[in-house]
């Protein structure tokens, strides 16, 4: 009798943590995992307000290629002092070196993959600490 109950308390912990994700979701409506990317050495500007740039910078990248490509307008934009060209190399991947802890993490949290590192070179990552 005194075993069943050992039992059935050490069962019912089990199942308490095998199934945290599921309850924890569930009563705090909150994912229990969040990307969180990392900036190393970026800076302090991004090419607009970070909220914009999270939601937007699809669409930014293909507005870019667009107007360089198909437009030839390659004037080049200015942050904080800085000349970048309309570029995935020589703009975004110039602050945000990074590129595994960066755009990698939120991608592979979503199941994204962008296609343009086939043509496009990804940054030789620099050295930095993991914490
Ligand atoms: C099949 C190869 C290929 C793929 C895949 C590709 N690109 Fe490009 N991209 C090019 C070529 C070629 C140019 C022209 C480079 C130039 O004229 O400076 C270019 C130019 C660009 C430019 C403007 C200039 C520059 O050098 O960055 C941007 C921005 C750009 N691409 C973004 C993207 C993004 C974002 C993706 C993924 C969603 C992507 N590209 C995928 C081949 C590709
Ligand atoms: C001059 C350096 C610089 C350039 C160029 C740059 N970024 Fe940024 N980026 C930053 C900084 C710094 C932040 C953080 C801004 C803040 O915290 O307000 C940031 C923020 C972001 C964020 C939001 C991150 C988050 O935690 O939500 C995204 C997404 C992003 N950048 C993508 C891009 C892309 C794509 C490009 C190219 C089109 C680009 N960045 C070009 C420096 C840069
Ligand atoms: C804060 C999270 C976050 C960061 C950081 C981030 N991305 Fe994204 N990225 C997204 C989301 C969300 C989407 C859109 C997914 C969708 O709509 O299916 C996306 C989509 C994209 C796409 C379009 C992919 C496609 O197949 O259409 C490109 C290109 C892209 N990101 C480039 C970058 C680059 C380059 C960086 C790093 C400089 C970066 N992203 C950093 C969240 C992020």
């Known amino acids: 009798m005194r075993d069943k109950i050992k039992i059935l308390a050490g069962a019912a912990i089990f199942l308490a943590v095998a199934l945290f994700p599921l309850w924890y979701v569930r009563t705090t409506g909150k994912a229990s995992i969040v990307p969180e990317p990392r900036l190393v050495n970026a ?11 999270r939601e937007y910078h699809m669409t930014m990248l293909n507005e ?25 190399s020589d703009a975004c991947m110039k602050c ?20 343009c590192w086939d043509c496009h070179n990804s940054p030789k990552e620099p050295k930095h600490e993991i914490r």
């Open 43 to 53: 800076g302090k500007e991004c090419v607009n307000a970070k909220e914009y740039m």
């Open 96 to 115: 945000h070196a990074n590129k595994s802890d960066f755009c990698d993490v939120c991608h592979n949290y979503l199941g994204v993959s962008p296609t």
């Open 64 to 88: 870019w290629r667009d107007e360089v490509v198909r437009e030839g307008r390659r004037s080049p934009i200015v942050i904080a002092g800085v000349e970048y060209q309309k570029s995935l």
